[in-house]
DNA sequence: AATACAGAATCCA
DNA sequence: TGGATTCTGTATT
């Protein structure tokens, strides 16, 4: 996997590539805790990593973190690292249009576990591609926002630029 | 083997 | 209105 490190509006992010498809997307305060963050997150996958970069994808990430606006060319990877269950819960978020929020209930009804509401909680931390895979639009079903792996200040600020 | 989580429905006071 | 209880998949201890 190809990875760099940019400075962006929330700090920093960390981006993956393999074969032209994203595989990674970290944020972090800074280059370490972005690296931390990837280091732990795959840490059970067994990935070589080089620092050479796909400046076409890395293009289209940084748009995408900046403005919110995904280029639908961009091909990203969701079956590296996750559990059935998790791959599930990624693919349902990853339909989830923006302005529009869905909660982990309705997650949990959507891959066929209705009963499983707490566990889609779960799997949601374990998102490897941050905010193209909108993790963030995900909220309570009494309507407050809940967590975020990477600090609810940021999950409210990608709520709030997609009010439409 | 037990616990802790980015949640939610239900029961009971 | 608010606490305890139960459910679920994974990682951590």
Redesign the pocket.
């Given at each position: 996997m190809e990875v760099s490190i940019h400075p962006c509006s929330f700090g920093h992010v960390l981006i993956g590539s393999e074969t032209g498809r994203l595989m990674a997307v970290e944020l972090g305060n800074d280059v370490d805790e972005c690296y931390r963050n990837f280091i732990?997150r795959w840490?059970?996958v067994n990935k070589e990593v080089s620092s050479r970069t796909d400046h076409r994808i890395v293009d289209q990430v940084l748009q995408a973190v900046e403005t919110g606006v995904v280029d639908p060319a961009l091909q990203v990877s969701l079956y590296a690292?996750?559990?059935?269950?998790?791959?599930k819960v990624w693919e349902a978020i990853k339909t989830i249009q923006p302005g529009s929020t869905m909660?982990?209930?309705?997650i949990?009804v959507e891959i066929q576990?209705p009963?499983?509401?707490?566990?889609?909680?779960?799997?949601?931390?374990?998102?490897p591609i941050?905010i193209i895979v909108p993790?963030?639009r995900?909220?309570?079903?009494?309507g407050?926002e809940?967590?975020?792996?990477?600090g609810?200040e940021i999950?409210r600020k990608l709520l709030a630029r997609e009010q439409i």
């Amino acid at each position: 996997m190809e990875v760099s490190i940019h400075p962006c509006s929330f700090g920093h992010v960390l981006i993956g590539s393999e074969t032209g498809r994203l595989m990674a997307v970290e944020l972090g305060n800074d280059v370490d805790e972005c690296y931390r963050n990837f280091i732990n997150r795959w840490a059970k996958v067994n990935k070589e990593v080089s620092s050479r970069t796909d400046h076409r994808i890395v293009d289209q990430v940084l748009q995408a973190v900046e403005t919110g606006v995904v280029d639908p060319a961009l091909q990203v990877s969701l079956y590296a690292g996750g559990t059935w269950f998790q791959t599930k819960v990624w693919e349902a978020i990853k339909t989830i249009q923006p302005g529009s929020t869905m909660s982990y209930k309705d997650i949990a009804v959507e891959i066929q576990r209705p009963d499983s509401f707490r566990a889609v909680g779960t799997a949601c931390g374990a998102n490897p591609i941050a905010i193209i895979v909108p993790c963030h639009r995900v909220v309570r079903s009494d309507g407050s926002e809940g967590g975020y792996r990477w600090g609810p200040e940021i999950k409210r600020k990608l709520l709030a630029r997609e009010q439409i």
